[in-house]
């Protein structure tokens, strides 16, 4: 949909839209169970909010898929009345014009495999799961430890002061999208420059290592920080730190994955937030009895090393991502 040129800035806009979500959610919940102390209330929340989705979808949203292939003479006619528009988001448009305009649902599926086994693909996204998979893990471990009562080892903080709390990942990642506005472009057109007018993939990649070193430092900032119960300010410069790392991260490899294959856009995003999701989620079953095992210094720094390895596993593909990329060919259309 966007301009080569563009495509950072507004993949940098929907980055911080889904990465700041999961922090969203916790930080409201607990505003309202602060306010009355009744947890129906949360959901009835979530019904609100999905309620007001299914709002902006009837008023705004369209199909966004055009067959390229197809002349412009020849592409199917798309009213631009109110119904017209709903029997394409319902899916009654595509029905009727699937024959020659949408792809059999067996090549839409070997393409989305295919797309998978490219080295580069499968790789720097490898590595983004071993980055992101710690982000969902803290939104656990930072709620149970403040929430949990003085007296049991916790900081005995109140469904409010929670809520508070969650400012700091929203802050971070933030002015992680603030600073990659600008540097991303940067970092391309220097690199254009350097290189004689010619634009390689793997000049995204750049970011992730200068993303590292606040995600790494912020992963044993916290670690420590709740291992020794140091001031809360600790923990929110150590949470702040990752998510703004995680942010510069995330833009940085969906770009990367766009660029290398920009005929499977649909494809490459969808392995991009299997990765995140899978990465992300799963942690949540072992983060919390981790730390209380090890110690959570420990598992913070185990953490830390985990994000360094994905590190080197992104400086292989840059090394060699060219040759990869030429040796494993394009992804047909």
Known sequence: MFFHHERARKIGIWALLYIASPYWGPLVGNFVLGATHKW??????????????????VLFLDETWYNREIPSSNQPRRGTGFWSRMSRIVGIWEFRNQKGYYKPVYQSFKKYIITLTKPVVFLVLAAYLLFFAWAIGINITTAILFGTPREFGGYGYSFTSLGYLYFSPIVGVIFGEVFGHYINDWIAQRYVRKHNGVFEPEARLYMIYLAAIPMIGGLVLLGQALDRHLSVAAVIMGWGLHSFGIMLTS??????????????????????????AIGGFSVGYFQQPWGAKVGFDGSFGTQAGVVAFGVIIVGIVHKYGHFLRLKAGPIEQ
């Open 40 to 57: 129906q209330d949360v959901f009835w929340t979530c019904v609100g909010v999905c309620a007001l989705d299914m709002i902006v979808i």
């Open 251 to 276: 833009v940085a490899v969906s770009a990367f994955v766009l660029d290398s294959y920009p005929t499977a856009p649909a494809e490459v995003s969808g392995w991009s937030n299997f990765a995140r």
